[in-house]
């Protein structure tokens, strides 16, 4: 490489690199220089100006969760597809899936009011459907919907009871 | 004769080597938050790094072939191009490796599990990463 290739890289690298950053400063879809990547501290995201969850509704406990569901103390919701429902869920937990939103609503409203407490949990920390499915449900006037992040995955990796072909 | 045809070869990987950074960067450069969920499903970065590899590589993959496709500083845009494709090669095969299903993240954002799909785009990252060099050598000579 000539001493020009390699100032001609470094250019090309700084310009991009500088560019990136001035232009996610401005975009609406701009992220923080830092994300969320703890799993103890709930689900996981890069911090979006357009998408952020709402960690304040998040029950991050699984032993909090399990005592929940024998005390019946709120309703669940599997916002995952039918057929990983289908698979495995939370004991009790009912499905409602997030990209079938429109269609279960009606359901959900037959079953319940807006003051009911609601738990929602989809696949695990990195999904973020719990948290678009309690959005709509509180844009809709629910008062009391909290968000299970460990989600499924981290159910069945801690060992708790599995339900399964339960619709 | 033979050099017209290397003429034509090398325009040819120059055009789909652009191309395809550009199209790369721009998609995950409008999703970063996507984008960034996709680097820590790879489970081979540090938290901190995260975001700014998810706002920083998207540029330089996007200049990078802009830069090819326009033939503007070729030889730099092209030596990260194949730097970028070297680490792709690297971090696809050790998470292909040792078993960890990710989404590449590549084109299209997805949630399903490609590990097969994941075995084309190596092979895929290979043929460009060897496209590249090809080319390196014979920017390097001065075909181009």
């Keep these: ?167 | 004769m033979k050099n017209n045809i290397n003429t034509v070869i090398l325009f040819l990987i120059r055009l789909i080597l652009g191309v395809t950074f550009v199209y790369a960067g721009y998609h995950k450069i409008a999703d970063p938050a996507g984008f960034a969920k996709i680097l820590y499903g790879y489970a081979l970065f540090p938290g901190f790094s995260i975001n700014i590899l998810a706002i920083t590589v998207p540029f330089i993959e996007f200049v990078s072939g802009f830069c090819l496709i326009f033939n503007f500083l070729p030889r730099p845009a092209l030596l990260q191009i194949n730097v970028l494709l070297s680490g792709f090669i690297l971090i696809i095969g050790f998470n292909l490796l040792r078993g960890h299903q990710f989404d590449c993240g590549c084109f299209v954002f997805s949630s399903q599990n490609q590990t097969a799909a994941n075995i084309n785009l190596l092979i895929r990252d290979i043929l460009f990463l060897l496209s590249g060099i090809y080319m390196w050598m014979k920017i390097k000579k001065g075909v181009l």
């Design chain 1, 1 to 167: 490489m000539t001493l020009k290739e390699i100032k001609g890289t470094f250019f090309l690298v700084f310009f991009a690199v500088t560019t990136a950053f001035f232009y996610n400063h401005f975009s609406p879809a701009g992220i923080a220089l830092f994300g969320q990547w703890q799993t103890s501290s709930g689900v996981v995201n890069a911090i979006s100006k357009a998408d952020s969850p709402d960690v304040s509704i998040e029950i991050n406990n699984p032993e909090t969760i399990w005592q929940i569901i024998q005390k019946k103390e709120r309703m669940i919701l599997d916002v995952r597809p039918l057929e990983f429902y289908e698979e495995g869920h939370l004991p009790g937990a009912l499905s409602f899936p997030l990209i079938e939103f429109d269609n279960v609503i009606g359901r959900l409203l037959e079953m319940t009011d807006q003051h009911s407490p609601l738990l929602i949990y989809c696949s695990g920390f990195e999904c973020m459907d719990s948290h678009n499915f309690a959005t709509n449900l509180k844009d809709m006037g629910f008062a009391d919907v909290r968000v299970y992040p460990g989600g499924f995955r981290q159910w069945q990796e801690m060992g708790y009871n599995i339900e399964k072909n339960e619709k």
